[in-house]
């Protein structure tokens, strides 16, 4: 997870969080974006196709996505796009159900073009994130609709490549109506927990760390100067919160 940054760096900002395994809480927040234009659901988590070893090797706990929406009031059928910042297996997972149907049935899936092309191709380096079968399965809804660059998906509702994290990665933002509303950003994996608003704090799975460092830094200084509200992909406390400037780097507010 601190990939270069030394354990007496990091130790003290996670030692209530790891388990006798060695094992790091992450959450995997999945962001529901609703606009006069439609739903537009932010990553799927990791579903309920794993099988029973990987699921206890991970210690994977609570309602896979589709559940999870129902009990928030939310069915699945009425979500229109679903916007993922990667395809790595803890985001992608949950776009086909246990039995091998769509989980959003009506939906568009908008990754981005070069991510799916990463994810099905052969660097044994790069592929170890992604669970090809799976992706196999859904590689065809999900080129129906791939983006190619920046695009906005519904009215306010944008995908802005970034790379760093995979080669395809890219951000969610979503810009209010109305004066005096705020942008929100989710920028995926490269600002998975609060001590990601450091641009040099990269993970060892980054794919491509110093593109990771270039646009953390380039983003953070956006949205920290613009007051951007920033959702955390894997925040299990604070998810919801700001960046603001501190020396030659950012830190996270909760609020
Ligand atoms: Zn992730």
């Not at 094992?23 to 990553?43: D, F, H, I, K, M």
């Not at 942008?183 to 040099?200: V, Y």
């Not at 949205?223 to 919160?241: C, K």
Request: with cysteine; hydrophobic share 45%.
């Amino acid at each position: 997870m601190f990939g270069p940054v030394p354990r007496l760096l990091w130790d003290r900002l996670v030692s209530d969080e790891i388990d006798h395994e060695h094992r790091l809480l992450q959450a995997l927040n999945c962001l529901l974006v609703e606009t006069p234009a439609g739903r537009v659901l932010v990553e799927t988590g990791i579903g309920d196709r794993i099988d029973d070893k990987t699921r206890a090797m991970r210690q994977v706990e609570g309602p896979w996505i589709a559940p999870a929406l129902r009990s928030a009031g939310f069915d699945p059928e009425t979500v229109d796009v679903v916007a993922l910042s990667h395809l790595h297996f803890d985001h992608a997972g949950g776009l086909l159900a246990g039995d091998g149907s769509k989980a959003f049935p009506r939906a568009r899936i908008v990754a981005q073009k070069a991510e799916w092309e990463i994810a099905l191709g052969s660097n044994p380096r790069l592929v170890a994130s992604y669970v090809q079968p799976e992706l196999q399965l859904v590689h065809a809804w999900g080129a129906e609709s791939w983006a190619d660059g920046e695009r906005e998906v519904l009215p306010g509702v944008s995908v802005v490549p970034t790379g760093g994290h995979s080669a395809g990665h890219q951000a969610i933002v979503v810009r209010g109506g109305g004066a005096g509303a705020r942008t929100l950003a989710f920028f995926g994996d490269l600002c998975m927990r609060p001590w990601s608003a450091n641009p040099r704090w990269v993970t060892s799975f980054d794919d491509f760390p110093l593109d990771s460092v270039e646009a953390k830094a380039s983003l953070f200084a956006r949205a920290a100067d613009e007051d951007w509200i920033v959702v955390l992909s894997h925040e299990p406390f604070h998810p919801v919160g700001r960046l603001v400037r501190d020396r030659d780097r950012f830190r996270y507010e909760p609020g």
